[in-house]
């Protein structure tokens, strides 16, 4: 058992079962949770929770470390020690990529409206329900491939429909926010592969000459769903203070009938 299997186990053994639902007549042999209910709760197998508790499993992905924080009721500060036990330290020179979870229960709890939390290299961290409805379910797409510069660049959501002036607002300000996350992170190596990626691009490389620097804040865009057909929204920005993270908000566009969209959705 190494320290994160320890962890791990004296963490579960502390959860008390009624509290999340799970009392039940039978005696049990452990104080907390059983690992099959630990399992259950965060989606992933009997068996790996017991090769994780025992050291025999491979480093747990960051979307793992979230589930089980949620399953254990881990504060943020035991989410935080969790991700670094399983190798995702963040320092100084690292974007951060863990989101809290007083911030996903935030944004679970803005069913009303799609809502997203990116880092600041524009990875996809989190989502709610009504953002999957909208622009398909995150979870299909490998997790290399969830950035929102690869996706307007890589043309990679067929659900996404802009204007000329719409893209060519959203893709200059996007890349000036990436200059801008470049130089508050020069030595993180994620940031010089996304731009090398992203250089194969003839409008990125156009606007990544151009050396512009700024915050990006907000866009205009029209979903295009397959059931209820063009849902135009507006997007705006929220960045979090000391985690970098970038929370979007859609909202329906005034005058469109989005809002009445959403609710079907929703």
Known sequence: MNELGATLRTWRDRVDPAAVGLADAS??????????????????????VARLEQGRAATP?????????RALRLSDDEEAHLMRLAGFATGPDRIPRLVPGSLRRVVDHLGANPVAVYDALWRLLHWNGLFAAVFGDPDGVPADDRNAL???????????????????????SLVADLRATSVRYPHDPDVA???????GNDRF??????????????????????????????????????????????????????????????
């Open 27 to 48: 005696p049990r042999r452990v104080a907390g949770l059983r690992r099959g209910e630990l399992a259950m709760l965060a989606g992933i197998s009997t068996e790996y």
């Open 205 to 266: 490389r156009r606007l990544w000459a151009l050396r512009a620097v700024a915050e990006h804040d907000s866009a205009h865009k029209t979903a295009v769903h397959p059931r209820v057909g063009d849902i135009p929204l507006d997007a705006d920005v929220l960045t979090t203070l000391n985690t970098d993270l970038r929370v979007v908000v859609l909202t329906p566009r005034p005058g469109t009938g989005a809002r009445r969209k959403l609710d079907r959705l929703g």
């Open 150 to 172: 690869l996706v307007q660049f890589e043309s990679r959501n067929p659900r996404v429909r802009q204007t000329d002036a719409e893209r060519a607002y959203f893709e200059q």
């Open 193 to 199: 592969a996304l731009v090398s990626r992203l250089a």
């Open 61 to 69: 992905s960051a979307q793992v470390c979230a589930s089980l924080a």
